[in-house]
């Protein structure tokens, strides 16, 4: 048997791109991810009375969640990128933040050093991207200015890609 779905709204003939094109699906797929930040993972964290989550992710050695958090678009982490997660409680939610990296599609909020120098990123004018010990000198600060009572990081001991 042979089941085919259709994305709603995909103006293609049947049985000619029955998915959708790829970019038809990768906006489906960030809304899922929208949906899943939104409404899964406040649930989980406070489950596990978790105020702050933090996954540092590398380039090519990605975290295994990291494909759970990022728009379907992203090939990579971005050299490092940390993902931090703060629980801002049940009125305000979940502060989503990327230090270095991209806002995914305006799902996070792309932490800067606010002294950085300002150049063109393509048509943008922005702070230069934290890199190296920049990044873990302002993930301290988030830390520091939200001060949360327990932070969960990802770690294994079997698992070589989640170091933390």
Same mark, same amino acid.
């Given at each position: 048997m042979l089941l085919l779905l259709c994305l709603p709204g995909a103006a293609h003939a049947q049985g000619d791109r029955p998915f959708g094109t790829l970019r038809e699906q $990768? $906006?489906? %797929?960030?809304?899922?991810? @929208?949906? %899943?930040?939104?409404r899964v993972l406040p649930r989980l964290m406070r489950e596990q009375g978790v105020d702050m989550w933090v996954? /540092?992710? %590398? @380039?090519?050695n990605e975290d295994p969640v990291f494909w759970s958090i990022v728009?379907?678009?992203?090939?990579?982490a971005r050299r490092r990128t940390i993902y931090v997660f703060h629980d801002r409680g049940e009125e305000q939610g979940i502060e989503r933040l990327a230090i270095g990296g991209t806002s995914q599609g305006g799902l996070? @909020?792309?932490?800067?050093? /606010?002294?950085? $120098?300002?150049?063109? $990123?393509?048509a943008m004018r922005r702070a230069a991207e934290p890199y190296g010990p920049e990044q873990w000198t302002l993930l301290t600060r988030v830390v520091e200015e939200r001060n949360p009572k327990r932070i969960a990081v990802n770690a294994s001991a079997t698992h070589a890609f989640s170091d933390g």
């Open positions: $990768a $906006a489906l %797929r960030q809304s899922w991810l @929208e949906a %899943r930040l939104d996954i /540092p992710v %590398r @380039e090519y728009s379907p678009t992203t090939m990579a996070y @909020e792309v932490i800067r050093d /606010p002294d950085a $120098a300002i150049g063109n $990123a393509g």
